[in-house]
């Protein structure tokens, strides 16, 4: 069972970037599916954005579609999420989950993934 860990969380001003890392523990990384939530205090677990396992196609939230871009180096077992524009809303711990599977698409949905990290926290202050 693959384990992934979340980092490159922190403090962040409006405007500016983060990058996230979620990288697994385990032999092999290839064959999971990977996405992105976040929570923020009082709130569900809402999805971020998504890849797929070979990298060839990525799914996002409408709230930080075009801000940013999630990817993958399955040779180094990571998953990035690259977040640009941040906002004072994007403040939540973020979460990376992993599914292996076959299937050629990526997973959108918290229950749909069965192995979490233990989430990062990201904060963007006004």
């Known amino acids: 069972q693959v384990q992934p860990a979340e980092s490159g969380g922190g403090l962040v001003q409006a405007g500016g970037s983060l990058r996230l890392s979620c990288t697994a523990s385990?032999?092999?990384?290839?064959?999971?599916?990977t996405g992105w939530f976040r929570q923020a205090p009082g709130k569900e677990r809402e999805f971020v954005a998504a890849?797929?396992?070979?990298?060839?196609?990525?799914y996002y939230a409408d709230s930080v579609k075009g801000r940013s871009t999630i990817s993958r180096d399955n040779a180094k077992k990571t998953v990035y999420l690259q977040m640009n524009s941040l906002k004072p809303e994007d403040t939540a711990v973020y979460y990376c989950?992993?599914?292996?599977?076959?299937?050629?698409?990526?997973?959108?949905?918290?229950?749909?993934?069965?192995?979490w990290g233990q989430g990062t926290q990201v904060t963007v202050s006004s």
């Open positions: 890849i797929n396992w070979s990298g060839s196609s990525t």
């Open positions: 385990g032999p092999t990384f290839s064959r999971y599916s």
């Open positions: 989950a992993v599914r292996e599977t076959n299937f050629y698409g990526a997973y959108v949905r918290v229950h749909e993934y069965d192995s």
